[in-house]
C-alpha cells in the first residue's frame, strides 16, 4: 500500500434495509419471497446478498444525532429537523461496480475517490442543511490534482432506485475543505440526490491573443509558453496539465511488453497543451523542465539520446520531433523546442543512441497503458435453494497470469459458504471465428483436408481458452446482457431487466458487482404448470406426491431443462464473450417453493358416525331401487335442513315474496384506473397482433382463450373500439385475475411489457397506478417517443 492509500474505518456492523418505495411496481412478486423469520440469522448466500446491500433507512425524530453510514461515513441530522417519528432519511450506497449512471462521465486519470451515497426522504426534500462526511480513499497530489464534489438531484417522485440514474444535469459543489488528515470531507447537504467526490487533474487556463507573448505556467515555475505575433487569428485558451506516469503501470508495461519497452531507460511527466480552435498560422515555442536524469550531462549526450513525443489530438499517433527541425536549446534546468500546434509532449531518454528510434515505436505502448489497463471480465454464478446470484468482476491483468477461480468479495468469511462456479465463455468472437476460417482455407489450399480440419479444431480450442482483454479505465462499462429463460435484478429491488452494467474504477478493483438471477413469468408459468401434471399423474397412480424421483418416473422421465445466455458487450457495443448456463426442473421446483397440496383431514369417530347414521336413514333399501338409481349423499348442509316443517315454511315464504334484488358481481376491491376499459383500450391501440399474441403467453393465458378471443367475429358483436383483439385479450385478462388485487394485476401486466421490450409503457403503466391516472392517448404517445430516442 502507497503513502497515498489510507485505510477506512470499518463499517457499521448492522445494516438495516432500504425502505424502499410503496407504489406497486417496487412490490415484490409472489414466488420471490423468502420463507422463514425475520429473527433468523442470513446463511450462505442470503448472507453474501445482505452484505453487498449498502443501504440504510434512519429515523432520527426530533432529537437528531450522528448517524453511521455504509462504507465509513456518517450523517450528522440537527434537533427538530424531523417532528414526526414516521419521518425517514434513507440513504444507499452504491456498489463501486454498478456505479454507471450515478456518476458524471471521468475525464483521463480522473477517479472516484469516496463512497456513493444516494438520499431520499419520505417528505421529498430535506427540511433544513445536513452535515454529510464522505470518506476518502486517496488523498490529493496538490497542485497537480484537487478534489471535486459532485451532486446530482434525486430522481423523480423521490425514489431511491440503485440500478437507475436519472438523467438530472451533474454540478460542482463550492469546494469544501478536507480534514486535516486528508482522510475525510465534510459537506453542507441542502438537497437529496446523489453525492461523490472526484479526483482530477488540476488544469490550468492560459489565454491566448493574436497579439501574442510569453504565458508563465504556475503548474510549474520552469514551464512556459511562447506565443509570437498573428500566430493565432482569435482569441482562444489552452489548457495546461502535467499528467505523471505511474510506476506500478510502467512495470507492468515492461512486463507484458518487454521487447518493445527494453530500450526506454526514462521518461518525464506529459505536458498537455489542449487547444480547440483554429489552428496556428506560425510556430510556438515550448519551454520544459529538465528531467533530473539529463541535468549534469553534456549536450551532446543528452541530445543523442533524446527523443520529444508529441501527439496534437488523442485520435492521432505519437511521432518524435526532429531535433534540427524543432530547434532544441537545452539550459541548465530546462529546455526549450519549436512546435507547429499545441499539443501533449513528453521527452523520453533511451538506453543508447543507437536504439533511440526503437524505443520511440515502443513509447505508444508505456501512453495506452497509462491511460487505461489490460483487464478481463469475470463471471461467477451461485445457485441456492430460494436465491441465485450472477457476480461480475473486471480484473485487471496486474492480478497475474492465474485468475482465480473462487470470485474474491470484501468479506471472505460470508462467502465461504458459498459454492460459486466459474461461467466460461463458450462462444469465439467474430475476429476469432475469422482467424479459424482464414487457417482452415490456408490448409485446403495445401489439399490436405484432415490437417486442415485438426489445424482448424486446434485454434478453435484456443480461442475459446484465450483470454479475454478489456481495455480497464475509470468509468470503463461492460454491458451484460442476459436472454433466454431468465432475467437479472439489482439487490434490493423487485424489477428485473433484461441488462445490467458494471463500471470499473480503479480504488475498487477488487470488488465485485452481485445481481440475482430470477426467472421469467414464462419459466415459472410452464414449471407450475409441468408440476401439477406430475401431481395428476401420481393422483392417477396412487404414488405419494412429495417424491419427486418417483413423480419424473411416472412421467417417463421427462423433464424440463431451462437456459440462461450472457452476452457480455464493450462500451462501444462490440460483443466481448458469451456465457451460458442451465437450470434443471428441480432447482427451479425448490426455487418457486412447489408443494403438493395437503392431505384432507380425516373426520372424528364422532363426525364419522354421525355422517354414517344420516346415510343409513336416509338411502333406501336397495330391492326398492331402481337399477338406473345411484344414491349421492348430501355433501351441503343448509340451514333450512335443520329447521322444524313450520319454520322452514314460514323462512321459504319470506323468501318468495322480499323484493327482487339486482344480481351485482363480486367486488374485489376497488380497481386501479390504469386498468378501466379507457385505459386498456388506449393501450391496445398502442399494440400489434403478433405482441398481442406474446403478451398473452407472458400473461399466462389458456391456449383455448387465446384461439377463441382471436378467431371469433368481433366486429359483428363489439363495437369497432372494444373490437380489437388485444383489448379484448386485456380485458379476459383482467376479469380471470380479478381477484388478485389492483397491485397485483398492475405488477403482472407490468412484467409482462417488459417481457416485450416496453418498458416505457410498463414504467408509465406503474406510475399512473401510483398516481391514480388513467393511460391516455397522450401520455402513451409520449412514452413512445421516448422509447424511440433510447
Known amino acids: 500500500m502507497t503513502s497515498a492509500e489510507l485505510l ?19 412490490a415484490k412478486t409472489h414466488h420471490l419471497q423468502l420463507v422463514g423469520s425475520e429473527a433468523e440469522q442470513p446463511k450462505g448466500l442470503e448472507a453474501v446478498l445482505s452484505q453487498f446491500d449498502h443501504s440504510v433507512c434512519l429515523h432520527p425524530g426530533r432529537r437528531g444525532g450522528r448517524f453511521q453510514l455504509p462504507e465509513g461515513g456518517c450523517v450528522v441530522v440537527p434537533e427538530g429537523a424531523f417532528g414526526r417519528p414516521t419521518d425517514a432519511l434513507e ?34 426534500r430535506l427540511p433544513c442543511q445536513l452535515l454529510l462526511t464522505l470518506p476518502l480513499l486517496k488523498r490529493p497530489d496538490p497542485p497537480l490534482s484537487r478534489l471535486r464534489l459532485m451532486h446530482r438531484a434525486e430522481a423523480k417522485d423521490g425514489e431511491v432506485d440503485i440500478s437507475e440514474g436519472d438523467s438530472g444535469e451533474w454540478r460542482e459543489l463550492p469546494a469544501a475543505q478536507p480534514s486535516a488528515d486528508d482522510t475525510f470531507l465534510t459537506v453542507e447537504v441542502e438537497t437529496t440526490g446523489v453525492y461523490l467526490a472526484l479526483l482530477s487533474p488540476v488544469k490550468e487556463p492560459v489565454r491566448v491573443t493574436p497579439e501574442g507573448g510569453i504565458m508563465r505556467l504556475r503548474l510549474d ?66 519551454k520544459l523542465p529538465l528531467p533530473d536524469w539529463m541535468r549534469g550531462a553534456e549536450r551532446r549526450e543528452i541530445l543523442d539520446r533524446l527523443a ?154 484456443e480461442v475459446r481458452n484465450r483470454r479475454v482483454e478489456v481495455e480497464l479505465r475509470d468509468g470503463a462499462t461492460v454491458t451484460l446482457q442476459m436472454s433466454g429463460d431468465f432475467r437479472l435484478r439489482h439487490l434490493g429491488e423487485s424489477r428485473a ?5 458494471v463500471q470499473f474504477h480503479r480504488r475498487f478493483a477488487g470488488r465485485m458487482a452481485l445481481f440475482e438471477i430470477v426467472p421469467t413469468a414464462r419459466t415459472a408459468t410452464i414449471t407450475s404448470d409441468f408440476y401439477d401434471y406430475l401431481l395428476e399423474l401420481a393422483a392417477d397412480s396412487g404414488e405419494p406426491l412429495d417424491n419427486d424421483e418417483k413423480l419424473v418416473d411416472l412421467a417417463g422421465r421427462e423433464t424440463l431443462t431451462f437456459k440462461g445466455v450472457i452476452t457480455a458487450l464493450s462500451g462501444s457495443g462490440e460483443q466481448l464473450s458469451n456465457h451460458e448456463f442451465t437450470i434443471g426442473f428441480r432447482d427451479l421446483k425448490a426455487y418457486l417453493d412447489l408443494k403438493p397440496p395437503p392431505a384432507p383431514e380425516e373426520p372424528s369417530d364422532g363426525e364419522a358416525a354421525v355422517a354414517a347414521t344420516q346415510t343409513t336413514q336416509n338411502a333406501k333399501p336397495a330391492e326398492q331401487r331402481p337399477a338406473w338409481y345411484r344414491y349421492y349423499p348430501r355433501l351441503l348442509d343448509l340451514r333450512i335442513y335443520r329447521l322444524k316443517p313450520e319454520e322452514a315454511k314460514q323462512e321459504s315464504l319470506q323468501r318468495l315474496t322480499a323484493p327482487r334484488r339486482t344480481a351485482r358481481s363480486p367486488i374485489h376491491g376497488r380497481e386501479s384506473r390504469a386498468l378501466s376499459r379507457s385505459s386498456l383500450q388506449h393501450l391496445a391501440g398502442r399494440l400489434s397482433g403478433s405482441e398481442a399474441a406474446d403478451l398473452a403467453g407472458q400473461l399466462g393465458l389458456p391456449d383455448s382463450a387465446i384461439s377463441v378471443l382471436s378467431f371469433e367475429s368481433a366486429p359483428l358483436r363489439y363495437p369497432p373500439a372494444a373490437a380489437s383483439i388485444p383489448y379484448r385479450l386485456l380485458l379476459y385478462w383482467k376479469r380471470a385475475r380479478a381477484a388478485d388485487g389492483a397491485d397485483a394485476q398492475v405488477e403482472s401486466l407490468g412484467d409482462a411489457l417488459d417481457g416485450l421490450g416496453r418498458r416505457r409503457l410498463a414504467g408509465l403503466l406503474r406510475r399512473c397506478h401510483a398516481e391514480g391516472r388513467e393511460l391516455t392517448a397522450e401520455r402513451l404517445a409520449a412514452a413512445e417517443d421516448k422509447q424511440r430516442e433510447d
Open 308 to 461: 520529444i513525443m508529441s501527439r496534437q489530438r488523442p485520435e492521432t499517433a505519437w511521432a518524435a520531433l526532429d531535433a534540427k527541425k524543432s530547434s532544441v536549446r537545452l539550459t541548465r534546468k530546462s529546455i526549450s523546442f519549436e512546435c507547429r500546434q499545441p499539443a501533449r509532449f513528453c521527452l523520453l531518454e533511451a538506453a543508447s543512441p543507437q536504439w533511440l528510434p526503437r524505443a520511440a515505436l515502443g513509447f505508444p505502448r508505456c501512453a495506452e497503458m497509462n491511460a487505461a489497463e489490460p483487464g478481463e471480465l469475470l463471471l461467477f454464478a451461485a445457485f441456492e435453494r430460494r436465491r441465485w446470484a450472477l457476480g461480475a468482476r473486471l480484473a485487471p491483468i496486474s492480478e497475474g497470469e492465474q485468475q482465480p477461480q473462487q470470485p474474491r468479495f470484501e468479506i471472505d468469511a460470508t462467502s465461504a459458504g458459498v459454492e460459486w462456479r466459474r461461467l466460461e465463455k463458450n462462444q469465439p468472437r467474430q475476429s476469432e471465428v475469422q482467424e479459424v476460417m482464414r487457417q482452415l482455407r490456408r490448409r485446403r489450399r495445401e489439399r490436405d483436408t484432415s490437417a486442415a480440419a485438426a489445424a482448424a479444431e486446434a485454434v478453435l480450442e
Open 91 to 124: 440513504v444507499a450506497a452504491v456498489q463501486p461496480a454498478e456505479l454507471a449512471g450515478f456518476c458524471p462521465d471521468l475525464a483521463e486519470l480522473e477517479s472516484v475517490v469516496s463512497p456513493v451515497y444516494v438520499l431520499a426522504t419520505s417528505r421529498g
Open 221 to 286: 515555475p520552469l514551464a512556459s509558453l511562447r506565443v509570437p505575433k498573428n500566430a493565432f487569428t482569435e482569441p482562444g485558451r489552452i489548457d495546461f496539465s502535467i499528467i505523471p506516469f505511474s510506476p506500478d503501470r510502467m512495470s507492468l508495461v515492461r512486463e507484458l511488453h518487454r521487447s518493445e519497452t527494453q530500450d526506454i531507460a526514462s521518461l518525464s511527466p506529459m505536458y498537455s497543451l489542449d487547444y480547440d480552435g483554429p489552428p496556428c498560422r506560425r510556430g510556438l515555442t515550448v
Open 8 to 26: 477506512l474505518p470499518e463499517p457499521a456492523a448492522v445494516r438495516q434495509p432500504l425502505a424502499k418505495a410503496t407504489s406497486g411496481h417496487h
Open 497 to 501: 431487466r433484461e441488462e445490467v452494467c
